[in-house]
């Protein structure tokens, strides 16, 4: 196993890390929005620690994001391997997230999940939040069942909690027959108090919007326990 | 159905020049076709998008790296 996963693509000096959230936190000084912010780091960054310090510096940085969603279709793939979250040098920068209060965003698809359980078991004091709900891409009856396995292992772990976003990317659109039924069953398997809520905007404006209500509609029909059909 | 107030976990925002895919050829995407938001998406879009939502707070995820080549 390589010990930097990080060298198989182009490298993005810590630098720019810092510039990105220093840019969000002005902006966030002068609007009001956003009021948290999940910076970027690579916990393979033998300079990790000295990036962290100074993200967690920033009122707004709650946490940090490396995509580390891998699958066997190169479209979908986004890390430059399936097995970074177990990478010595890697887990060692997640390790330094609890001392700073940071969270981590977990972006994996179902067959990586086994390994983010392992990650969140291996680092209780930290909290993982799993992105768009585990990125369901398969909705046969196969890539469903493989999912919710996959997921069932991860709300065995009470560190890891679920963002309901993204739930449209596979799909192109938003259709309540297809979101509500992922929402109903987050919900069912974490508990609402594991669950929160994303737009993804600007992605998701795509193919959907928020005056609409679009986004809201299938969560309001899992809350009022409708019947879809 | 009686309104929440809702804090919307998950946006981006960018400046064209933040990011390279944005200004590159069109290539296939998870996402699909995505040239409609290949251009700046401000706080203040983001603040429009949001009215009358009832969301009333934000988190950003990290989005900019100058170079990167991919969406996410």
């Known amino acids: 196993m390589s010990s930097n996963p990080s060298t198989s693509r182009p490298n993005w ?54 995509q580390a969603h ?15 979250m177990n990478d010595r040098q890697w887990r060692s920068g997640v390790g330094l997230l609890a001392q700073h209060g940071l969270l981590f965003e977990l972006q994996i698809f179902t067959s990586q999940m086994a390994d983010g359980a392992k990650l969140a078991r291996a680092f209780p004091d930290t909290t993982f939040v799993l992105e768009h709900a585990g990125m369901l891409e ?3 009856v196969e890539g469903l069942q493989r999912w919710r396995e996959g997921r069932r292992e991860l709300t065995d772990r009470s560190n890891v909690n679920v963002k309901l976003s993204g739930l449209g990317t596979f799909d192109h659109a938003y259709r309540p027959e ?3 039924p ?23 404006k ?6 609409s209500r679009r986004w809201h509609r299938p969560i309001h029909i899992v809350m009022a326990g409708l019947d879809l059909a | ?25 069109q290539v296939p995407r998870i996402f699909g076709p995505y040239q409609p938001i290949c251009r700046a998406y401000t706080i203040d879009e983001f603040g429009s998008d949001v009215a009358g939502s009832h969301v009333v707070q934000s988190v950003y995820v990290q989005t900019k790296l100058a170079g990167r080549t991919k969406p996410g």
Request: proline share 9%.
């Open chain 1, 138 to 140: 398969d909705r046969s």
């Open chain 1, 13 to 66: 000096p810590a630098g720019q890390s810092l510039d990105e959230a220093r840019w969000v936190q002005s902006v966030a000084d002068v609007t009001g929005w956003p009021h948290a912010y999940v910076a970027h780091a690579d916990p393979a960054d033998p300079d990790v620690g000295a990036l962290l310090a100074r993200l967690a510096e920033l009122p707004l940085t709650r946490g940090i994001r490396q």
């Open chain 2, 1 to 25: 159905m009686k309104a929440i107030p809702t804090i919307d976990g998950h946006h981006h925002r960018w400046r064209l020049r933040d990011l390279a895919w944005l200004s590159g050829p």
């Open chain 1, 178 to 180: 297809i979101v509500a």
């Open chain 1, 70 to 84: 891998w699958h066997a279709n190169p479209q979908y793939r986004f890390a430059p391997r399936p097995d970074l």
């Open chain 1, 182 to 204: 992922i929402i109903a069953d987050t919900v069912a398997m974490f508990g609402a108090d594991r669950c929160l809520y994303g737009s993804n905007s600007p992605i998701e």
């Open chain 1, 206 to 211: 795509l193919w959907t919007d928020y005056t």
